[in-house]
């Protein structure tokens, strides 16, 4: 999950995916679609390093929910703020964010 500016719309996504297919093979390109997500209430929290290594933020994140009092609701998301082709793994940051209730 990547946040996109406005001026990003379903058909520019769409004809942009097919001037990408005509040039590489993607196969997971054809998987790529643009929404709004509406989740209600949320706790989030950036983790910073490799993606392999959020597991222990996640928990955190539950922990601090259900301390609050909280439930979770529904399977958290990752909105990455980083490349990783051009971001060293350690410097990474992702964004985790939990829907609540």
């Not at 949320?42 to 601090?64: C, K, N, R, W």
């Amino acid at each position: 999950m990547i946040m996109q500016p406005e001026q990003v719309t379903q058909t520019l996504v769409v004809e942009t995916v097919q001037e990408v297919l005509k040039k590489k093979d993607l196969p997971a390109a054809s998987e790529l679609h643009l929404g709004i997500l509406h989740e209600g209430v949320y706790a989030q929290v950036m983790h910073i390093g490799p993606y392999s290594e959020d597991g222990y933020t996640i928990e955190m994140l539950h922990e601090f929910i259900e301390n609050k009092g909280y439930h979770r609701s529904g399977k958290h998301h990752e909105i990455y703020l980083g490349n990783p082709r051009r971001t060293a793994p350690e410097k990474l940051r992702t964004v985790l964010r939990q829907p609540i209730r």
